[in-house]
């Protein structure tokens, strides 16, 4: 390994964990080039509106929008999604996660979608292209648990 990569998010890996994600995937995965290469992708300022002023959301918001991206791009259930940010190194990785994190539980994305479904948020997440989302998703036509999220195509591609 030539260098260690650096989160420029809030929630960085430390750098052993970063190193430990780079030893295991020598030839990088999908989702770690895309924190490499495109850098963060959300901030909290981007979904303010969607969480009451008091308290604090239990999650990230940047991290549950990605997390949503991640899930689409991968095909899976709110489960599975929840499943691989516990266990899957790359996924820890591209959310900026310690590797000994102990993830949470899958309603949270639900209640999450809802947020988005339900609030003033103007359209953040990106549309097909990005994380590789299959065009079902960005149509509304979602699988398993998921419904319909707003997607929005311009957003965040720079």
């Not at 890996?13 to 959300?42: C, E, H, K, W």
């Not at 990230?60 to 929840?82: E, F, G, H, K, S």
């Not at 997440?125 to 319909?148: D, Q």
């Amino acid at each position: 390994m030539d260098t260690v990569a650096e989160f420029p998010m809030h929630g960085s890996s430390p750098a052993l964990d970063v190193t430990i994600a780079q030893a295991a995937f020598p030839n990088s995965t999908r989702f770690m080039q895309m924190q490499d290469q495109l850098g963060p992708l959300y901030d909290d300022a981007t979904f303010a509106d969607l969480y009451p002023r008091r308290g604090q959301p239990t999650e990230a918001p940047w991290r549950l929008a990605l997390i949503t991206v991640m899930q689409y791009a991968d095909n899976l259930t709110d489960r599975q999604a929840a499943d691989a940010v516990r266990s899957r190194i790359d996924w820890k990785y591209a959310l900026g996660l310690e590797l000994t994190d102990p993830g949470f539980d899958h309603s949270v994305l639900s209640k999450f979608r809802t947020r988005l479904i339900e609030g003033t948020a103007e359209q953040p997440l990106p549309g097909p292209g990005i994380g590789g989302l299959p065009k079902a998703a960005a149509s509304g036509r979602a699988h398993g648990e998921a419904a319909a999220i707003p997607f929005c195509t311009a957003a965040t591609q720079a």
